[in-house]
């Protein structure tokens, strides 16, 4: 009788967001990489400037974000653009910091840290959980999404301060940042690291890792770059991440279900 009791208080929903997986990564990098790109693409071989680009890519945002709050459950096309367009917002609002109004690459990576730092801790106490598998009502919706604009936009800042200002070099910044997310990796698995601060360390990780194999990718080779272009770049990882995207969409591997108390 206290099974069936404690059954009927509780209801079975599907999450917003996807399973964590190896696929979770792989387009998280892909998509963090065509930010860096296509945010070059934009602004400098369409023309539309840093300022065009920026309010231009804001209004998608609102969009894809709209569709993304309206979807009852985890879509993964609707999901996904919803990451590549934020990539490419939070690598505009470190680029207008520092190329527009001049604010120094210490200064931005200290701001966004503090402002990611402010949302984790504001998160945490009114949801009392940071954990991703529990992103089933609007509210803790909005927190996820703002923290991942925040870790675009720091992520945006430390690379480009790493790679550089302190003139590491593309391919290196990247192993860098490959490696520290590989110890992460270790600590969580073999050293009892909390997995949802692991989570969120490798998740900020991944920006300036995508960051820097997008620049040493698209970058002209007098530059360190192997000098595809932006437009070459992008098209490759957008096309990775369609294929990938419509694998998900089919077989459904990293859909969530939860069980949630039924006053939520």
């Keep these: 009788m206290n099974v069936e009791a404690a059954k009927a208080k509780t209801l079975t929903v599907v999450s917003k967001v996807p399973e964590v997986t190896i696929f979770f990564?792989?387009?998280?990098?892909f998509a963090t990489t065509i930010g860096e790109t296509a945010a070059d693409y934009l602004a400098t071989n369409l023309g539309f400037g840093l300022t065009g680009t920026t309010w231009v890519m804001t209004g998608v945002l609102v969009?894809?974000?709209?569709?993304?709050?309206?979807?009852?459950r985890y879509i993964p096309g609707i999901y996904w653009l919803v990451?590549?367009?934020?990539?490419?917002v939070g690598t505009l609002v470190t680029d207008n910091l520092t190329d527009k109004y001049n604010v120094a690459l210490e200064t931005t990576t200290v701001i966004f840290a503090i402002a990611l730092a402010a949302t984790f801790i504001t998160w945490a106490r009114v949801?009392?959980?940071?954990?991703?598998?529990?992103?089933?009502?609007r509210r803790r919706e909005a927190f996820y999404?703002?923290?991942?604009?925040?870790?675009?936009?720091?992520?945006?800042?430390?690379?480009?301060?790493?790679?550089?200002?302190?003139?590491?070099?593309?391919w290196k910044a990247a192993l860098l940042f490959g490696g520290c997310i590989a110890l992460i990796t270790f600590a969580w698995r073999y050293l009892?690291?909390?997995?949802?601060?692991?989570?969120?360390?490798a998740y900020i990780l991944t920006r300036p890792l995508g960051a820097s194999i997008g620049d040493y990718l698209s970058q002209p080779k007098a530059d360190g770059g192997l000098g595809l272009g932006t437009t070459t770049t992008s098209l490759i990882f957008l096309a990775a991440i369609a294929v990938v995207v419509a694998y998900l969409t089919k077989s459904k591997?990293?859909?969530?279900?939860?069980?949630?108390?039924?006053?939520e």
Excluded: C
Aim: no cysteine; hydrophobic share 55%.
């Design 25 to 29: 990564w792989i387009i998280k990098i």
């Design 63 to 72: 969009v894809v974000l709209a569709a993304q709050f309206r979807a009852r």
């Design 83 to 88: 990451v590549v367009v934020l990539s490419i």
């Design 127 to 137: 949801e009392h959980t940071l954990s991703i598998h529990s992103i089933y009502t």
């Design 145 to 170: 999404w703002l923290a991942i604009l925040f870790t675009f936009a720091l992520g945006t800042a430390a690379g480009d301060l790493i790679a550089e200002r302190y003139g590491i070099g593309y």
């Design 192 to 201: 009892g690291l909390n997995p949802i601060l692991a989570f969120w360390m």
């Design 253 to 263: 591997k990293d859909q969530v279900v939860v069980t949630v108390p039924s006053d």
